[in-house]
């Protein structure tokens, strides 16, 4: 059927091998839908190698064609010498005019073959009756679309289809199509797996690829089968709970939020998990910073946050960190989160190391003094919290914090009823530690409707999730359900593998870290000066700083050598970093000299 229509294809050549394979053909039932995609499949795979063979004959046919036309011109120069003058010009241009169309066509055939092969490959490498689910439900433009995107990828020498990302071609196709449906992937899964083939036609068997060299996203391990109806799918209640955080990030509709959870419930393998999503998906677009209290998870954030710092290194650092990074995001329109973990924990090194220490809002100038223009770090520490959960929406900035505390009044930005709407709430218990669930259920400003809690309490006491967390969350007026383990799962998928494509293509700058020390070393450098020597020291860098020290505090005039093996650097710096500090000290009339009388301060 396709054998005709293959002598010239276009750009749109799915489209077009598509269109002709279906016409005539009954596709309006599921069943039509599932024959109609199964022979399809079987007729790419003919196209394809009478292609090949086509490819593998046509130039040579048509040079030999050529040719022998010009070999018979030559014969007839033998049996008619001047006949054979008068047309040589002729036949020798329209010899060559045959060879190089045909070569042109050889061309541009051999282009499309591969294009065939991955069609092929995304179609057979998930059953004929999922794939025709998402076309009955995505319709016909958007599937083929989505097949298209679903295709690109690179053939490998076993002859599969593989993607840079490890997806496989439904998953790709699946996401393609739920995020032009406006639907998460979760919602259109649920579509697909309701849909029933009744009456179908008898089909053609074919051989699909193992399950273990092909997971069908539709029966995935994240995506658990439906339960009967009337039984609530615990598992998908969670996953979808997980996929509002990521789903709809680019749509600058999203609120803040607060994970509460029992001691060892998950609550750092469930944000962990959507953290890793956002990263995978949007790449360089997701602007994220991570401020943990353990020093473990620190090195999963340094992987995907843009920043990542631990509080106790410097609870100081993260505070001036966390502001600053909140009035960047606030600029930028890109996709910002600022995670927060174990946010009580926290607080409490952070109000502890912030006492006595005031700030400039705009320069960021820190101060052990009240002064004019300065207030408390700890106040403005909070205020821009709260601003980021009220109105980071607006950029596209949410801030996601962790708490252990069940008792959500005791999170500053969100102690209200009103506050509280703005973003998502979610609380983690496992079986052992359901009480944590049951307060949260008793507390009536957090679930004003008496009705509602009554419905979770009997849900929660008829709900056992043996050693997986039970969630509950105010997604869609408040619902139960069950983190399935294969959530854990792809946590540690995103802990110690490599870092998907999007990162490969621009992986994190190695400065990162050192950035880190070099705010905590000025930090505390600026807290042991006067409030006259701190604005000027902020407004120079850390190496330029560390030698006006070196200055004051020796018997000027002071040799290079001298400032560079000063006891004030952590370790000797290069000739180079020095000179740079010195240039730009002088540059600011800081100080004066050179390297051969030595420097002082300037007059």
């Given at each position: 059927?396709?054998?005709?229509?293959?002598?010239?294809?276009?750009?749109?050549?799915?489209?077009?091998?598509?269109?002709?394979?279906?016409?005539?053909?009954d596709f309006e039932s599921l069943g039509s839908k599932t024959a109609l995609?199964?022979?399809?499949?079987?007729?790419?795979?003919?196209?394809?190698?009478?292609?090949?063979?086509?490819?593998?004959?046509?130039?040579?046919?048509?040079?030999?064609?050529?040719?022998?036309?010009?070999?018979?011109?030559?014969?007839?120069?033998?049996?008619?010498?001047?006949?054979?003058?008068?047309?040589?010009?002729?036949?020798?241009?329209?010899?060559?005019?045959?060879?190089?169309?045909?070569?042109?066509?050889?061309?541009?055939?051999?282009?499309?073959?591969?294009?065939?092969?991955?069609?092929?490959?995304?179609?057979?490498?998930?059953?004929?009756?999922?794939?025709?689910?998402?076309?009955?439900?995505?319709?016909?433009?958007?599937?083929?679309?989505?097949?298209?995107?679903?295709?690109?990828?690179?053939?490998?020498?076993?002859?599969?289809?593989?993607?840079?990302?490890?997806?496989?071609?439904?998953?790709?196709?699946?996401?393609?199509?739920?995020?032009?449906?406006?639907?998460?992937?979760?919602?259109?899964?649920?579509?697909?797996?309701?849909?029933?083939?009744?009456?179908?036609?008898?089909?053609?068997?074919?051989?699909?690829?193992?399950?273990?060299?092909?997971?069908?996203?539709?029966?995935?391990?994240?995506?658990?089968?439906?339960?009967?109806?009337?039984?609530?799918?615990?598992?998908?209640?969670?996953?979808?709970?997980?996929?509002?955080?990521?789903?709809?990030?680019?749509?600058?509709?999203?609120?803040?939020?607060?994970?509460?959870a029992s001691p060892g419930a998950g609550k750092t393998t469930f944000l962990?998990?959507?953290?890793?999503?956002?990263?995978?998906?949007?790449?360089?677009?997701?602007?994220?910073?991570?401020?943990?209290?353990?020093?473990?998870?620190?090195?999963?954030?340094?992987?995907?946050?843009?920043?990542?710092?631990?509080?106790?290194?410097?609870?100081?650092?993260?505070?001036?960190?966390?502001?600053?990074?909140?009035?960047?995001?606030?600029?930028?329109?890109?996709?910002?989160?600022?995670?927060?973990?174990?946010?009580?924990?926290?607080?409490?090194?952070?109000?502890?190391?912030?006492?006595?220490?005031?700030?400039?809002?705009?320069?960021?100038?820190?101060?052990?003094?009240?002064?004019?223009?300065?207030?408390?770090?700890?106040?403005?520490?909070?205020?821009?919290?709260?601003?980021?959960?009220?109105?980071?929406?607006?950029?596209?900035?949410?801030?996601?914090?962790?708490?252990?505390?069940?008792?959500?009044?005791?999170?500053?930005?969100?102690?209200?009823?009103?506050?509280?709407?703005?973003?998502?709430?979610?609380?983690?218990?496992?079986?052992?530690?359901?009480?944590?669930?049951?307060?949260?259920?008793?507390?009536?400003?957090?679930?004003?409707?008496?009705?509602?809690?009554?419905?979770?309490?009997?849900?929660?006491?008829?709900?056992?999730?043996?050693?997986?967390?039970?969630?509950?969350?105010?997604?869609?007026?408040?619902?139960?359900?069950?983190?399935?383990?294969?959530?854990?799962?792809?946590?540690?998928?995103?802990?110690?593998?490599?870092?998907?494509?999007?990162?490969?293509?621009?992986?994190?700058?190695?400065?990162?870290?050192?950035?880190?020390?070099?705010?905590?070393?000025?930090?505390?450098?600026?807290?042991?000066?006067?409030?006259?020597?701190?604005?000027?020291?902020?407004?120079?860098?850390?190496?330029?700083?560390?030698?006006?020290?070196?200055?004051?505090?020796?018997?000027?005039?002071?040799?290079?050598?001298?400032?560079?093996?000063?006891?004030?650097?952590?370790?000797?710096?290069?000739?180079?970093?020095?000179?740079?500090?010195?240039?730009?000290?002088?540059?600011?009339?800081?100080?004066?000299?050179?390297?051969?009388?030595?420097?002082?301060?300037?007059?």
């Amino acid at each position: 059927m396709l054998s005709n229509v293959s002598k010239s294809l276009p750009n749109d050549s799915l489209k077009i091998l598509f269109n002709a394979h279906i016409q005539d053909q009954d596709f309006e039932s599921l069943g039509s839908k599932t024959a109609l995609i199964q022979r399809f499949q079987h007729e790419l795979e003919a196209l394809e190698c009478n292609s090949e063979n086509q490819t593998t004959h046509l130039y040579a046919i048509s040079i030999f064609s050529g040719f022998s036309g010009c070999l018979s011109l030559a014969g007839m120069s033998v049996l008619n010498p001047l006949l054979a003058a008068a047309i040589g010009f002729t036949s020798v241009s329209s010899a060559l005019a045959v060879i190089a169309g045909s070569c042109l066509h050889n061309q541009k055939l051999s282009q499309e073959i591969p294009k065939l092969k991955r069609y092929a490959l995304a179609l057979n490498s998930s059953p004929a009756k999922d794939w025709s689910k998402l076309w009955h439900i995505a319709g016909y433009e958007l599937f083929l679309e989505s097949l298209v995107s679903a295709s690109k990828g690179s053939i490998n020498h076993q002859g599969k289809l593989i993607r840079n990302d490890g997806k496989n071609a439904l998953a790709v196709a699946v996401d393609y199509c739920a995020d032009r449906l406006h639907l998460t992937r979760v919602e259109l899964l649920e579509k697909c797996n309701n849909l029933a083939v009744t009456a179908a036609p008898t089909v053609i068997q074919h051989q699909t690829p193992p399950q273990s060299e092909a997971i069908t996203v539709l029966q995935s391990p994240q995506t658990p089968p439906p339960t009967p109806t009337g039984t609530p799918n615990w598992h998908q209640v969670a996953l979808k709970v997980l996929d509002s955080l990521v789903t709809p990030a680019n749509d600058r509709a999203l609120g803040g939020c607060v994970i509460i959870a029992s001691p060892g419930a998950g609550k750092t393998t469930f944000l962990g998990t959507a953290w890793g999503r956002l990263r995978s998906k949007y790449g360089d677009r997701f602007q994220s910073l991570a401020v943990v209290v353990k020093q473990s998870d620190l090195l999963f954030f340094k992987r995907f946050a843009t920043t990542a710092i631990c509080v106790k290194h410097d609870p100081i650092a993260a505070a001036v960190a966390v502001i600053k990074f909140i009035d960047a995001g606030m600029r930028e329109g890109k996709i910002t989160r600022v995670f927060l973990d174990d946010f009580l924990t926290m607080n409490l090194l952070l109000d502890n190391a912030v006492k006595g220490v005031w700030i400039e809002p705009s320069t960021y100038a820190l101060s052990d003094k009240k002064e004019v223009g300065l207030v408390p770090l700890a106040g403005h520490f909070h205020a821009t919290l709260n601003e980021a959960w009220l109105v980071g929406r607006e950029y596209n900035l949410c801030l996601w914090v962790s708490s252990h505390s069940p008792n959500i009044d005791t999170l500053p930005f969100c102690g209200s009823r009103d506050s509280r709407s703005v973003g998502d709430i979610i609380f983690l218990a496992k079986n052992n530690k359901r009480e944590f669930l049951e307060m949260s259920l008793s507390n009536a400003h957090l679930i004003s409707n008496a009705a509602k809690r009554a419905e979770l309490k009997a849900a929660l006491d008829a709900l056992d999730s043996g050693n997986e967390p039970i969630i509950l969350a105010n997604n869609n007026n408040w619902v139960l359900g069950i983190v399935p383990d294969s959530i854990y799962a792809e946590y540690q998928t995103y802990r110690t593998e490599v870092t998907p494509d999007s990162m490969t293509n621009n992986p994190p700058q190695p400065t990162q870290q050192p950035s880190q020390v070099e705010t905590q070393m000025m930090l505390e450098y600026l807290l042991t000066l006067s409030s006259a020597e701190r604005t000027i020291t902020h407004q120079t860098s850390r190496t330029a700083s560390i030698v006006l020290e070196i200055i004051k505090a020796g018997n000027p005039p002071i040799k290079f050598d001298a400032i560079r093996k000063s006891r004030k650097w952590d370790e000797t710096p290069a000739s180079a970093t020095v000179k740079s500090g010195i240039d730009e000290l002088i540059s600011k009339e800081l100080i004066e000299g050179d390297s051969e009388a030595g420097y002082t301060l300037a007059n």
